[in-house]
T-cell receptor, first 114, second 111 residues
């Protein structure tokens, strides 16, 4: 089945130690999103790619970066994780350029900061 | 904030009863979507209703949309324990490829 896969499901890192989360998709969607979700809250959009075009949200900290080397893969880099960055990180895709399409989510990576 | 509002924030009912969740939003939309999130998992798309539609059904789900009131409701009929999850509405204003999520309703179905 076509899907969105996030690895790893659980990630533990140390305060200040860079960490990379990965997302891959077999849907061939041209739009990919990264969300941060804290407990009992709605997902918060960090940024998204439309094809190769990167779109950052105004309130996303500079500590968060992203790379999309090809259509299938997207990475979230946190350069110096702080305790407040502990959260679930969700990747999603969408077929852009076609109206009225839903987003397809992976199962997320839960990030813990020691 | 452009985030939508959902109510109730939490809902607990007995298995077999119907569950209704409401969503209000602030801006004009192309469509409104409902997602389910099981604990520790990603969001799963349930249903999409376009701005020119007023009601849509999918299995035990019924969604209504009132664009004049900027509101939507999700009805789950004959609830099951497996329906226990958080439910989010999200609005798509078109163009920017982004969704605006509501705060979610945490639904608990008691056996």
């Amino acid at each position: 089945d076509a899907m969105v896969i996030q690895n790893p499901r659980y990630q533990v890192t140390q305060f200040g130690k860079p960490v990379t989360l990965s997302c891959s998709q077999t849907l061939n969607h041209n739009v990919m999103y990264w969300y941060q979700q804290k407990s009992s809250q709605a997902p918060k959009l960090l940024f998204h790619y439309y094809d190769k075009d990167f779109n950052n949200e105004a309130d996303t900290p500079d500590n968060f970066q992203s790379r999309r080397p090809n259509t299938s893969f997207c990475f979230l880099d946190i350069r110096s994780p702080g305790l407040g960055d502990a959260a679930m990180y969700l990747c999603a895709t969408r077929a852009g350029g076609i109206g009225n399409q839903p987003q397809h989510f992976g199962d997320g990576t839960r990030l813990s900061i020691l | 904030s452009q985030q939508g509002e959902e109510d109730p924030q939490a809902l607990s009912i007995q298995e077999g009863e119907n569950a209704t969740m409401n969503c209000s939003y602030k801006t004009s939309i192309n469509n409104l979507q409902w997602y389910r999130q099981n604990s520790g998992r990603g969001l799963v798309h349930l249903i999409l209703i376009r701005s020119n539609e007023r009601e849509k059904h999918s299995g035990r789900l019924r969604v209504t949309l009132d664009t004049s009131k900027k509101s939507s409701s999700l009805l789950i009929t004959a609830s099951r324990a497996a329906d226990t999850a958080s439910y989010f509405c999200a609005t798509d204003a078109g163009g920017a490829q982004k969704l605006v999520f509501g705060q979610g309703t945490r639904l608990t179905i008691n056996p």
